[in-house]
Structures are given as structure tokens and as C-alpha cells.
């Protein structure tokens, strides 16, 4: 946790200590209240009450340190996958300057799109390289007269800009990485994020994309064909039309009401030219894109089909390519799971802050202690995992194999993990699957208060030094 705040700087050397306090006491009881975080500790409480509420304190000087943390593990990577997301903070209590979610009047709350980094070769997760946090205003009650056009419309801020608002964040962030070590950068984006204008935007600034799309976008025919009389053409068709190179097989995780099961995808590509949107006139250049179809043809009875369309600035030549296309889309969920952490984990919706802006600063440190917890559960599900010294202390290695004696002497990332599980209460028998965040950071606050508990004890009992005078 240090390491992810060292670069962070708030002002003042006094705050940037209360950050650190505050962050070591959430890492060994994430989701627990402020008060039991600080018991017995009365004025560590009050501090930590006043920090968040501190005007000098802002999430983006709280996250300054972690994105630095994160450049350098950018470093040299070849290719970084850039996961946006946005998800929702829903609050049960009177929040000040919380807004509407979705069209629900009585609840309120705080909207939350996280840019992850992840390894394109081997989805390793290597940090948030950007947070944004806004409050949707309530619609006024009385319609406006006249109905706003697509050009007034424009030149408001829109929610839809925030998918290349976190491109040029991005682009900034890694500008201060020399040349020779610059990632190249794709964007990865859900359907969400299906927007023409963000397209261009990740053009402009030189980086490539996968984003999942589903508007069935017109064409524009091909180069020296313009102005022909010939029969429109649209890219969700043309990509179904196109022949089946190969075929791939996903995993697809059992949700309420529908068990887990394995699901063999067709796989097609093509390169297809867009035409502008028709809420712009159609003004503008056609845009160049690749696209590759996963879709599963002969679905289990009852069962939707999976049916990935992504448009993408990848190569899409050879059938590894395109596998390489919808591998880097099957990321996404590493910044759902982000997103679970600081909400389950860190229990972010159930904090009494009472204020927006206090909030937003506590959710910029819990995104970095989930990116912390994260990063264990990501290296233990590699099918090679790291040794666990990568990513726990001597200490903490030696407590966990007391606490649990069939622990390998010299574990894994995935054997250190399920120990941790198991101090959170998880059976681990075959049908349980693998363990969720609240096991995780049950058994994980074990072992803090563990090796906090081992630490007084050595300080009381170690000698005190000789006087040598």
C-alpha cells in the first residue's frame, strides 16, 4: 500500500502522513466501519474524518501515486489493454450532491468510470491509469418547449464524451514515458461505449481499440464508388456474411438461474467502411475498421447465444489475430472485478461520509487497496502462478502457513490465496467454485490483524539497546 501512495502528493507532508495512516488501517480491516478501523484510537478517527473532508484533498491527488505506480509497471510491455467501465455507487442514506440513477427518482447516488491497465499478452493487471466521478442532475420537472437538436446537444457536456475524456487521460499519463519504453495502447470498450465521436478521438491520438458494438452502422461503399446507385450495405449484415475462419472455446461462469457451461464461437472478420452518424448529417470522413464476429452458433436450448461484434484498429489477417481481438475484449472483466472490490470489499456504498466529495476521495483510496487485493486474485488464476513472495511479505508468508499448515513451504500465488480464503470461511470443495470478495477480504483482515498482533509482540519482547555511555 505504501508503494501505490508513495507518489502521491497532497499539499502537505502532514497529509500525505494522514494518507498513509488511513490506508494501512483500510488494508487490515477494508470493509470494516471507520470506528472499528480506528478502535481504541479516537484521535486517528477524527483525522481520518477530517481528511476526507479536507478541501485540499482530492481523489486525483490520492490516485497521483498509484498512477505513477502504475506508468512504470506500463513500462516496456509491448501492448497494454486499456479496460474503461462505468459503474454505479448507490447510496441508502442522505448523501449531499448525490444524483439520479438511471430513472429512478428516490435513488441517488454517484456514478464511476475506472480505466484499468492490463497486460495484452498475458492479462496481468498492473493498475488504474484514470478514475472519473459525477452526480447525474435531476430532470427538470417541466418539458422544455422546444426539443434540444442533435447540434445544441453537442455543445453541452454530454456523459458519452467520458469514453474519450479517459482516452486523452491516458495518452497524457503515458506521454511522460520515454519513447523507446511506450506501450502501444488498445482501448477496450463494452457497448457503451459504441460512439462514433470516441472513435475518432482514439484514431486522433494514435492508439488502437476493441469495442463491442451493436448499432447495425451504415457503410460507405467502396473508394471511387461514390455517388453510384448501389444497395446500402451495413456492418452488423456484412460481418454475418462473411466465411468462418476458425472457431473458439469460452468459458461462460453460471449466473443465477443459468449453470456454467462451455460455448464453441464462430469466428468471422472483415473490413468494412463507416459512414458518420446520421445525427451529424453524415458530415465527416468514413472511418477505416476492422471487424471480427464471435457468435455461438448452436446455443443449449433456452440459452441466448454469445454474440461479440468488435470493431477494432488490430490487425485481423490470420485466424490468431482475430483470436488475439476477442481475447483482449474477454479482459473486461478484470475491471468488473475491480469495481466489486471497492464496492463489496471496501464497502464504499455503506460509508457515512455524508457528502459526495468526501466519498470521492475514500473511493480513490479503496480503488487502490481493491487494485492491491486484485492483483493477488489476477496472479493466482494465471495457468503458471508467480510465487506468492511477489506478493506477500516474509512475514505475512510465515503467519499464513502457522495459520494454515497444508500450505507449501514455498507457495504459489494461487495456493497463498485459497489459504487466505480459507481464513475467510471458504469450504473449497469442487462444486464451490472459486471464492468472492467478501471471503477474500475476510481471510485477508485475518491475516492483518495477524501480523500486526506478531509485530507488537517482537517489539515488546526485543531487549532495548544497550547504553553505551
Known amino acids: ?254 449466473r443465477p438461474g443459468q449453470t456454467a457451461r462451455q460455448a464453441v464461437l464462430e469466428i468471422r472478420a472483415c473490413r468494412v467502411r463507416v459512414r458518420p452518424p446520421l445525427n451529424r448529417g453524415r458530415a465527416g470522413q468514413p472511418l477505416e475498421l476492422n471487424v471480427v464476429l464471435a457468435r455461438e452458433a448452436q446455443p443449449p436450448q433456452g440459452q441466448k447465444p454469445l454474440n461479440w461484434c468488435l470493431v477494432t484498429g488490430e490487425p485481423i489477417e490470420t485466424l490468431q489475430q482475430c483470436l488475439q481481438v476477442v481475447e483482449a475484449y474477454e479482459g473486461r472483466w478484470l475491471v468488473e472485478e475491480l469495481h466489486m472490490g471497492f464496492k463489496s470489499g471496501c464497502g464504499t456504498e455503506a460509508r457515512r461520509l455524508q457528502h459526495g466529495t468526501r466519498l470521492s476521495n475514500f473511493l480513490a483510496l479503496a480503488t487502490i487497496l481493491a487494485f492491491s487485493m486484485l492483483s493477488l486474485r489476477d496472479a493466482a488464476r494465471r495457468l503458471e502462478p508467480p510465487p506468492a513472495s511477489e506478493h506477500l511479505s516474509e512475514v505475512q508468508l510465515q503467519l499464513l502457513g502457522d495459520m494454515c499448515p497444508e500450505l507449501p513451504p514455498t507457495p504459489n500465488a494461487y495456493e497463498a490465496l485459497r489459504a487466505i480464503a480459507l481464513l475467510g470461511g471458504f469450504i473449497g470443495r469442487k462444486g464451490d467454485g472459486e471464492p468472492g470478495w467478501r471471503t477474500l477480504w475476510r481471510g485477508w483482515e485475518m491475516l492483518q490483524q495477524a501480523e500486526t498482533t506478531y509485530r507488537l509482540l517482537l517489539h515488546r519482547l526485543t531487549p532495548p539497546l544497550a547504553d553505551s555511555g
Open 1 to 254: 500500500m505504501e508503494r501505490e501512495l508513495a507518489g502521491s502528493h497532497l499539499g502537505h507532508k502532514a497529509r500525505h502522513k494522514r494518507l498513509l495512516r488511513i490506508g494501512q488501517a483500510m488494508s487490515k480491516a477494508a470493509s470494516a466501519s471507520f470506528p472499528r478501523q480506528f478502535a481504541k484510537n479516537e484521535a486517528g478517527l477524527k483525522g481520518a474524518y477530517r481528511f476526507f473532508a479536507n478541501p485540499e484533498v482530492t481523489p486525483e491527488g490520492i490516485l497521483e501515486g498509484h498512477i505513477a505506480a502504475t506508468r512504470e509497471r506500463c513500462k516496456a510491455r509491448g501492448k497494454v489493454l486499456c479496460i474503461q467501465d462505468t459503474t454505479d455507487l448507490i447510496f441508502k442514506h442522505e448523501v449531499e450532491g448525490a444524483g439520479r440513477i438511471n430513472q429512478l427518482p428516490k435513488v441517488r447516488g454517484l456514478w464511476v468510470h475506472t480505466t484499468l491497465a492490463v497486460d495484452a499478452a498475458t492479462h496481468e493487471v498492473m493498475g488504474v491509469l484514470g478514475q472519473m466521478v459525477w452526480a447525474r442532475p435531476d430532470k427538470p420537472k417541466k418539458k422544455k418547449k422546444k426539443k434540444e437538436t442533435a447540434a445544441q446537444r453537442k455543445k453541452r457536456p454530454r456523459e458519452s464524451q467520458r469514453w474519450g475524456e479517459a482516452a486523452y487521460r491516458v495518452s497524457d499519463v503515458l506521454e511522460q514515458v520515454p519513447p523507446e519504453e511506450r506501450p502501444q495502447v488498445v482501448h477496450v470498450l463494452d457497448a457503451e461505449g459504441d460512439i462514433f465521436e470516441t472513435l475518432e478521438v482514439i484514431e486522433a491520438l494514435g492508439d488502437s481499440f476493441v469495442i463491442r458494438v451493436t448499432r447495425n452502422r451504415l457503410l460507405a461503399p467502396p473508394p471511387g464508388q461514390e455517388g453510384m446507385d448501389a444497395e446500402r450495405e451495413y456492418l452488423l449484415d456484412t460481418v454475418a456474411g462473411a466465411p468462418v475462419l476458425g472457431h473458439k472455446v469460452v468459458q461462460v461462469p453460471g
